[in-house]
């Protein structure tokens, strides 16, 4: 069985920086794509940054390009979000998520990752 543990997150004033990271477990898994989603109350879960093991690519938000960067470690699949500049509009539950085999490119749908870590809070106070 596949598991994502994440872990970081808080609360923050605008400006300070966080770190989020999410180690991925489980006999059967390969990393393919891995990557970041958020969700702020009442809206729809959004895309963040992911980063390809298959081609080294990485993608991110429009939202948050030059202030957020993924990483990740290879030996234990694990991506990190190096949170910099945080925004009250970055308040929200950050998921890590997990495709369950290779995609061309870094695929920025919710329903392209087969598996996803239980969340974790991140508040950024204005």
């Known amino acids: 069985q596949v598991q994502l543990v994440e872990s970081g997150g808080g609360l923050v004033q605008a400006g300070d920086s966080l770190s989020l990271s999410c180690a991925a477990s489980?006999?059967?898994?390969?990393?393919?794509?891995m990557g970041w989603f958020r969700q702020a109350p009442g809206k729809e879960r959004q895309f963040v940054a992911a980063?390809?093991?298959?081609?080294?690519?990485?993608r991110y938000a429009d939202s948050v390009k030059g202030r957020f960067t993924i990483s990740r470690l290879n030996r234990v699949p694990t991506v990190y979000l190096q949170m910099n500049s945080l925004k009250p509009e970055d308040t929200g539950v950050y998921y890590c998520?997990?495709?369950?085999?290779?995609?061309?490119?870094?695929?920025?749908?919710?329903?392209?990752?087969?598996?996803w870590g239980q969340g974790t809070q991140v508040t950024v106070s204005s």
């Open positions: 998520g997990a495709t369950s085999g290779p995609r061309v490119g870094v695929p920025a749908a919710g329903t392209s990752y087969a598996y």
């Open positions: 489980g006999r059967t898994f390969s990393p393919y794509v």
């Open positions: 980063t390809s093991w298959t081609d080294n690519s990485i």
